[in-house]
Structures are given as C-alpha cells and as structure tokens.
C-alpha cells in the first residue's frame, strides 16, 4: 500500500460493513477496493481508475449502497464527471449505468440530503479562484440512476474564504442543512434545508466562539445522543 493513495470511506455493497476506496489519483497509479466483511476483515480487490478527481461519497439514488461521485476539477473536457453506482448484496460497482455529465469550473462537492427525500444530493460550491464566477447549482439525486438540476434553489454564492462547510441535520427534521463556520468571531452563515424549496439562509453570530481555539476543529456526529439531531463537536487536533 503506497502513501499516495486517499481513503474513500463508504458502504458500498450494503453490507452493513464500511469498505474503503483507496484511489490513487493519476493515470498510472493503481487503486484498490477492500470491502469489509465480518470481523473486520477486508477483501481486496484491484480497480482502476484513470484520472485526477476529487471525489465524493454519498447513497445518491437511495438504495443503502454508497456510491462515488468523480469529479474532475477545471475545465478540461477529455475528463467528465462520473458517478460510480454501488451494487447492494455484490462486490462490484454498477458499470452499465455509469452517470457522466461536464462539469466546468473549480467547485468543491458537498454531499448531503438537502430535500429529504433518502437520495443523498450534490451542493456544488464556487470556489473565487481567478476570478471565476461559476454557477453553483444543486444536483437531487435520485432512485433511477440520474440527477436532476434544482435551478429554483438559487444561485449559490461563492464559498466565502477561511469558510468551511459542515453537513448534518442539526434541527432534526428530514432535510440535511449546511452550516459555514466562520473564522475565529467571524459570522457563521446557517443554511437550513427546508424539502423542495430548497435552503432558508441565515446569518449569524458565530456560534460556540469562545470555545474555537486555534487548535480545535469542528467534526459533526451524533456524541450525546439527541435523537436525530446531529452536533457540532470541536476537538483539539492531536499535537
Ligand atoms: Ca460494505
Ligand atoms: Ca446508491
Ligand atoms: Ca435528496
Ligand atoms: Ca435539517
């Protein structure tokens, strides 16, 4: 196992049991499917995939198994964007129904339910690297394989510096929602999901600012235990 390769952690098979995609990015570098089994063993698989891409995980068509999204950043057209279907019950990914759109421009995929409908969808954010003025949209996944363009949800601004998304459904409802944590006291921007008519956006101050040390980082999980309702837990990076 060489260092170059990047973790891609997912239910893949719909096991019940966490694979991981070790995706080395590049033309020549190899890639390697351990799909996990009972007792935390893996099986290991060979796979390729030719390209640079900063993919995504997610269960984009809502049958339990984790699918790859891989998307290709810039606007090189020879690579599009393609998304890996997982197979429930098998040790493969769906080749036949293989989705490929072009994306062009410098985005940074945030995976999330955002309508609640069980298909996780696609936040695609505008980075302002050279000045670009992308057009951010919302794919919503769905069970037939595809994904639709949610144009009604708005433009999205661009993802404002020092500004990084955190995904979780922090109010309990069905939707995922979006929260921009600010830098330091800076403004946190609150972006609830609120089914088809996409996010209700609030600015605010920045929450829990006492407590974010230059050393901690801000990871959500369910840590105590509230139901549904997912939190913010900052913890201080190992020295
Ligand atoms: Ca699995
Ligand atoms: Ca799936
Ligand atoms: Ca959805
Ligand atoms: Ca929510």
Redesign the pocket.
């Known amino acids: 196992m060489t260092l170059d390769r990047s973790p891609l952690v997912g239910d893949y098979d719909a096991n019940g049991f966490s694979d991981i995609f070790w995706y080395g990015p590049g033309v020549d570098a190899s890639d390697e499917v351990w799909w996990g089994t009972d007792g935390g063993n893996f099986e290991v698989e060979d796979d390729s995939v030719r390209g640079f891409y900063r993919p995504a995980i997610g269960d984009f068509n809502g049958d339990d198994a984790d699918d790859v999204l891989w998307y290709a950043p810039g606007d090189e057209d020879d690579q599009k964007e393609r998304v890996w279907w997982g197979t429930p019950g098998k040790r493969t990914f769906d080749s036949t129904g293989i989705y490929e759109r072009q994306v062009s421009g410098s985005y940074v995929p945030v995976v999330g339910?955002?309508?609640?409908?069980?298909?996780?969808?696609i936040l695609w954010l505008g980075s302002a690297e050279d000045g670009e003025d992308p057009t951010d949209v919302v794919w919503?996944?769905g069970s037939d394989l595809t994904f639709s363009d949610e144009s009604t949800w708005g433009k999205t601004p661009q993802l404002m510096p020092g500004y990084a998304p955190l995904v979780g459904n922090f109010d309990g409802d069905c939707c995922d929602d979006v929260f921009f944590l600010g830098p330091g006291r800076r403004a946190d921007v609150q972006w609830w999901g609120s089914g088809n008519d996409g996010f209700v956006r609030i600015a605010g101050p920045a929450l829990n600012a006492g407590q974010r040390l230059s050393d901690t980082a801000p990871v959500t999980g369910n840590f105590i235990g509230r139901g549904n309702r997912a939190e913010i837990l900052w913890v201080r990076r190992p020295n």
């Open positions: 339910d955002f309508d609640g409908d069980c298909c996780m969808d919503l996944g």
